[in-house]
């Protein structure tokens, strides 16, 4: 499939769709995408272009928000994250209270931060 193609989009959104909701990260019918919960990654809390260690962003973003550990951001770091991901980020009212904290290295493990420390192992 070309990837410029606009017949390559049609095919591809539909099969990534299909993938983000194998693992849980979305739930979807013939009409709607209802996001399960948000993803917390390298290309999600990269907050600058060219911005290269932000690891421990990541680390310090999943403390907070899952284990509910006081952790510091600056402020611009908090300025950054809500204006990428709405005024309500990090706050009770944001809409999603469900994270991921997406974990690469030479194999690909989501680890889901629930009530029940359930891990999954996507690809070898």
């Known amino acids: 499939i070309d990837t410029a193609a606009d017949e390559g989009a049609k095919r591809r ?5 299909n993938i983000l ?3 849980g990260i979305i739930t ?15 290309q999600t809390i990269m907050l600058k272009n060219k ?9 310090k973003l999943y403390d907070s928000l899952c284990k509910k ?7 611009e770091e908090i300025s950054l994250l809500k204006e990428a991901f709405g005024k309500e980020f990090m706050t009770e009212k944001y809409y999603l209270n469900n994270f991921v904290k997406l974990i690469t290295d030479k194999t ?4 889901f931060e629930e009530h029940d ?4 192992r996507l690809a070898a």
């Open 13 to 17: 959104c539909p099969f990534l769709f």
């Open 69 to 75: 550990i006081d952790v510091s951001f600056s402020n």
């Open 28 to 42: 979807q019918t013939t009409r709607e995408i209802e996001i399960n919960c948000f993803v917390i990654s390298n």
């Open 51 to 59: 911005e290269s260690d932000f690891s421990e962003r990541i680390n």
């Open 117 to 120: 420390y359930t891990f999954k």
């Open 108 to 111: 690909l493990y989501v680890f």
């Open 21 to 23: 909701e194998a693992i």
